[in-house]
């Protein structure tokens, strides 16, 4: 595979039940060897990303697709301890969010997002975009190896 890996290990941190389900169903159409681990507040996506707790025996992903308004610890928090965390901060950070205000997407690259994404409204644009950066991540780009 094109990434030295069968499969590509990626980390959805959402918490909008339909998101999450219409994200899946995207990239399941696409790619199906893709892995999906879903993680629904920003705490837990931590704890996920370090091992902790339930997720103790996580595998590591090689993408995180990163909300920015989630419970418990927002994504900007999230985006900010995984970049600071020299074992993670290589992994390339997606944020995909309702949000366009300006603030949240200089605040992102400030904090070294790898991308920035508005999530589209309309089924068909989401179900686009999904499959496009999906496309472009796993098929495109070379991934650190994890
Ligand atoms: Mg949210």
């Known amino acids: 595979m094109k990434n030295g890996a069968s499969e590509v290990h990626i980390l959805l941190v959402e918490d909008n039940p339909g998101d999450v389900r219409l994200t899946i ?15 629904h507040d920003g705490e837990e996506a931590l704890d996920f990303l370090r091992r ?7 595998g590591r992903p090689h993408l995180v697709l990163l909300d920015l ?3 418990k610890k927002d994504g900007r928090e ?3 301890e995984v970049k600071a965390d020299s074992e993670l901060h290589r992994i390339p950070v997606i944020v995909l969010t309702t949000s366009s205000a300006d603030q949240d ?3 992102s690259y400030d904090l070294h997002a790898n991308c920035y994404i508005k999530k589209p ?5 989401f179900m686009d975009a999904i499959r496009g950066l999906e ?3 796993t098929k495109i780009v070379r991934l650190p190896p994890v």
């Open 25 to 39: 169903e995207a990239l399941r159409d696409g790619r199906i060897s893709n892995q999906v681990s879903v993680a």
């Open 52 to 58: 902790r707790g339930k997720h103790a025996d996580a």
């Open 69 to 71: 308004n989630l419970p």
């Open 78 to 80: 999230v985006l900010q």
């Open 105 to 107: 997407v200089l605040l």
């Open 121 to 125: 409204i309309e089924y068909h644009d």
């Open 135 to 137: 496309n472009f991540w």
